[in-house]
């Protein structure tokens, strides 16, 4: 008859077997895609549906759909979450992979669903750093791993933004930009939004970074659909799409 503690130690070596299985076969996914919205108090109501109904109409348009299914593992994973202040972050969209128009489907439902999270300050950096706990906490691999950041103002809660920019970039991940020129916020956020030299040098300098890393400036929410679609194509196609991106502009 076997021994307890031969038994015990035939448990333990099939689930050190069964452990490395499931291991070796951790799903793979061509970029894993943190899409971090403003919400901020500077993005009026009218503002923050336009902003909403963009990032769902774009993850159903076809060039992304095309742009999914052409990649080597033909499947991205995503998570989309709204942010303002600096203890003001909520994933709104939990990470789910997508592979096809079913999917890109569901997580836009998902998003037009939803309530708006938060109408606070605008902390950059802590959206930066929650995305980057959100990227740990992914349930699949990716071959990239991007941070998303859309916005329409300058870092003005929570630690400085370099900072966050510079840890995630440490940490091999990219960080890519979408500036919003919001010409109707109210007069006294001028400064928030219109900075010294502009928005998208503001972005450039103090926000985007890493491998590939890029920025798009959309001139109104009226043409943010737009904008973000090109944005997840650049994102997931990689540097062919970003070329025919820069020579669209």
């Known amino acids: 008859m076997r021994t307890t503690a031969a038994v015990t130690a035939a448990i333990f070596a099939c689930l050190a077997f069964v452990v490395g299985i499931s291991g070796a076969r951790a799903e793979k996914v061509d970029l894993l895609l943190v899409l971090a919205a403003d919400v901020s108090r500077s993005i009026d109501e009218g503002e923050f549906n336009l902003q909403r109904k963009g990032y769902a109409q774009a993850m159903s348009d076809p060039r992304v759909l095309r742009a999914i299914a052409g990649g080597r593992h033909h499947a991205i994973a995503l998570t989309f979450v709204e942010w303002a202040g600096a203890p003001e972050q909520n994933v709104v969209v939990d990470w789910t992979v997508v592979r096809d128009e079913e999917g890109a489907g569901a997580v836009a439902a998902t998003m037009l669903s939803a309530p708006r999270s938060f109408l606070g300050r605008t902390s950059i950096s802590a959206a930066i750093d929650f995305a980057l706990e959100r990227l740990a906490a992914a349930p699949v691999d990716g071959e990239k791993r991007v941070i998303d950041v ?73 043409t943010f659909a737009e904008a973000i679609t090109r944005k997840l194509v650049t994102e997931i196609a990689g540097e062919h799409a970003r070329r025919q991106t820069a020579s669209a502009q």
């Open 150 to 222: 859309s916005g329409d103002g300058t870092n003005n809660s929570g630690r400085a933004v370099t900072e966050a920019r510079d840890q995630a970039v440490a940490a091999g991940v990219t960080i890519n930009g979408l500036a919003i020129i919001n010409t109707q916020a109210n007069p006294g956020y001028a400064f928030h939004t219109q900075p010294p030299g502009g928005l998208p040098k503001y972005y450039e300098e103090n926000v985007i970074g890493g491998p590939g890393a890029f920025l798009l400036q959309v001139e109104n929410f009226d």
